[in-house]
């Protein structure tokens, strides 16, 4: 459960982020409620996966894997361009993440 807890966190993560670029300096409502909703839902779900994962586990799968998400949704909504540096660099994200999961004593699992 832990584990789903920290996926809805980070794509509530992802939605937030993606939805400030949206609201325009918080000039739109909808995709500003979207940002204060998915910030808090992120937030109060991570406090909740802090219970059972150590701290700079869980935050550097919610970060790593947020930071993937939102190249991602950046290219696929916004037009934004990913380089060959940038690929390169978020599958070492995957790569570290993956890592963590598979081999990493640290993390409870």
Request: glycine residues 8%; proline residues 2%; without cysteine.
């Given at each position: 459960?832990?584990?789903?807890?920290?996926?809805?966190?980070?794509?509530?993560?992802?939605?937030?982020?993606?939805?400030?670029?949206?609201?325009?300096?918080?000039?739109?409502?909808?995709?500003?409620?979207?940002?204060?909703?998915?910030?808090?839902?992120?937030?109060?779900l991570?406090?909740?996966?802090?219970k059972?994962?150590?701290?700079?586990?869980?935050?550097?799968?919610?970060?790593?894997?947020?930071?993937?998400?939102?190249?991602?949704?950046?290219?696929?909504?916004?037009?934004?361009?990913l380089?060959?540096?940038?690929?390169?660099?978020?599958?070492?994200?995957?790569?570290?993440?993956?890592?963590?999961?598979?081999?990493?004593?640290?993390?409870?699992?």
């Amino acid at each position: 459960m832990t584990y789903l807890y920290l996926l809805i966190a980070i794509i509530s993560e992802v939605i937030a982020t993606t939805s400030l670029k949206a609201s325009a300096g918080f000039t739109k409502l909808y995709p500003s409620i979207l940002v204060v909703v998915g910030y808090i839902t992120s937030f109060i779900l991570l406090s909740f996966v802090l219970k059972s994962i150590p701290v700079g586990i869980a935050y550097a799968l919610w970060a790593g894997l947020g930071i993937v998400f939102v190249a991602v949704a950046g290219y696929l909504f916004f037009d934004q361009k990913l380089d060959l540096y940038a690929i390169l660099g978020m599958a070492l994200i995957i790569t570290g993440v993956l890592i963590i999961n598979l081999a990493s004593t640290s993390a409870e699992h």
